[in-house]
């Protein structure tokens, strides 16, 4: 469950920066991804993983959106797309619960504007609603787009966020949301700073991610290294080449200096376990076997009730 905490103790000279002269030089990830710099480290089934200099790690495949309609498309709301989003994509309840609870520590949500950038099925955004929320979502994917609105009634846009439609909303959402988003955008920076220009001033914005300074990227690492690529493990599960795939995946400290460069005071950056699928999702992608999944999987339940693992983190923002 997420929880409002201290600021994580990060040391300004990290992953993403790079010393020059005495000088702190921040890199930009996405003037990296698109003159294609880095090194290759990490060959994995579905994705290549390049390195840069300062540390940021990104894959070298790009979502093509140009050819996304703007409206939304309700036959692609099959049973098939329905069983996927009630249980696969909600899934987890106290999830999507826990998240509305982080919303209210910060801002009391009746009468306030809030945009959910990637809001998938509209289950986060429909317990805000109750509430008295003024809500919105942004969403790309016909079938949960159409989910959200005949579901849920919400109002639902699909359009990018950094498309000029959404200059009519600039400084009008008290809370902007993106929950497991930013590491599947091709551009996170450009992401991020278009997302904080519908803010108020004043206003908060939400991130939670997979984090690579967590446990699972390094054991991904530490056995990608012992194996020479043969057995990746978490890494195989944490990129992907496929379309709104994993692209990149942050460190906390690189958050923190994404979120400074665009204007916004760090007020909470702290890490937690979170699953957002079942157990058995990510497993299948490890080991490739359903039968040693099943053996394997009430192992996993019980260990991670016992010591959960951090591995994703909760950031938040305040637009000065």
């Given at each position: 469950?997420?929880g409002?905490?201290?600021?994580?103790?990060?040391?300004?000279?990290g992953?993403?920066l790079?010393e020059?002269?005495?000088l702190?030089v921040t890199?930009?990830?996405d003037?990296l991804?698109k003159?294609?710099s880095?090194?290759l480290?990490?060959?994995?089934k579905?994705?290549?993983?390049?390195?840069?200099?300062?540390g940021?790690?990104y894959?070298?495949y790009?979502?093509?959106?140009?050819?996304?309609?703007?409206e939304?498309?309700?036959s692609k709301?099959t049973?098939?797309e329905?069983?996927y989003i009630?249980?696969?994509?909600?899934s987890?309840?106290?999830?999507f619960?826990?998240?509305?609870?982080?919303?209210?520590s910060?801002?009391?949500?009746?009468?306030?504007?809030?945009?959910?950038?990637g809001c998938?099925g509209?289950?986060?955004l429909?317990?805000?609603?109750i509430m008295?929320a003024?809500?919105?979502?942004?969403e790309?994917?016909?079938s949960?787009?159409?989910?959200a609105?005949?579901?849920?009634?919400?109002?639902?846009?699909?359009?990018?966020i950094e498309?000029?439609?959404?200059?009519?909303?600039e400084?009008?959402?008290?809370?902007?949301?993106?929950w497991?988003?930013?590491e599947?955008?091709n551009y996170p920076?450009e992401?991020l700073?278009a997302?904080?220009a519908v803010?108020?001033?004043?206003?908060?914005?939400f991130?939670?991610?997979?984090?690579?300074?967590?446990?699972?990227h390094k054991?991904?690492e530490?056995?990608?290294?012992?194996?020479?690529?043969r057995?990746?493990?978490?890494?195989?599960?944490m990129?992907s080449s496929?379309?709104?795939?994993?692209?990149?995946?942050?460190s906390?400290?690189?958050m923190?200096?994404m979120?400074?460069?665009v204007?916004?005071?760090?007020?909470?950056?702290r890490?937690?376990?979170e699953?957002?699928?079942?157990?058995s999702?990510?497993?299948?992608k490890?080991?490739?076997?359903?039968?040693l999944?099943g053996?394997?999987?009430p192992?996993v339940?019980?260990?991670?009730?016992?010591?959960?693992?951090?591995?994703?983190m909760?950031?938040?923002g305040c637009?000065?």
């Amino acid at each position: 469950m997420i929880g409002r905490g201290e600021i994580t103790n990060l040391n300004p000279v990290g992953n993403g920066l790079q010393e020059s002269g005495g000088l702190v030089v921040t890199e930009d990830v996405d003037t990296l991804k698109k003159t294609k710099s880095g090194v290759l480290k990490y060959k994995l089934k579905n994705a290549n993983v390049y390195v840069s200099s300062g540390g940021y790690h990104y894959i070298d495949y790009l979502d093509d959106l140009g050819n996304i309609s703007e409206e939304i498309d309700d036959s692609k709301l099959t049973e098939d797309e329905l069983v996927y989003i009630e249980n696969m994509l909600q899934s987890n309840a106290e999830r999507f619960e826990s998240q509305t609870k982080i919303i209210q520590s910060y801002i009391p949500v009746t009468g306030k504007r809030i945009l959910d950038v990637g809001c998938g099925g509209g289950l986060f955004l429909s317990k805000l609603k109750i509430m008295g929320a003024r809500t919105l979502g942004l969403e790309l994917s016909d079938s949960r787009a159409a989910y959200a609105r005949s579901r849920h009634e919400l109002e639902i846009i699909k359009r990018t966020i950094e498309t000029r439609y959404w200059e009519q909303y600039e400084g009008a959402m008290d809370v902007v949301t993106l929950w497991d988003v930013i590491e599947h955008v091709n551009y996170p920076g450009e992401t991020l700073k278009a997302s904080v220009a519908v803010l108020k001033k004043g206003g908060f914005i939400f991130i939670d991610t997979p984090c690579r300074d967590g446990l699972y990227h390094k054991i991904g690492e530490i056995t990608y290294k012992l194996s020479r690529g043969r057995f990746p493990t978490f890494l195989n599960a944490m990129y992907s080449s496929h379309r709104f795939g994993h692209k990149q995946i942050f460190s906390t400290h690189e958050m923190k200096s994404m979120f400074q460069s665009v204007g916004l005071e760090v007020v909470e950056l702290r890490k937690f376990h979170e699953l957002s699928f079942p157990y058995s999702f990510y497993l299948e992608k490890i080991f490739k076997s359903k039968i040693l999944v099943g053996l394997i999987l009430p192992i996993v339940k019980v260990s991670l009730l016992i010591f959960p693992v951090k591995n994703k983190m909760l950031v938040v923002g305040c637009k000065k």
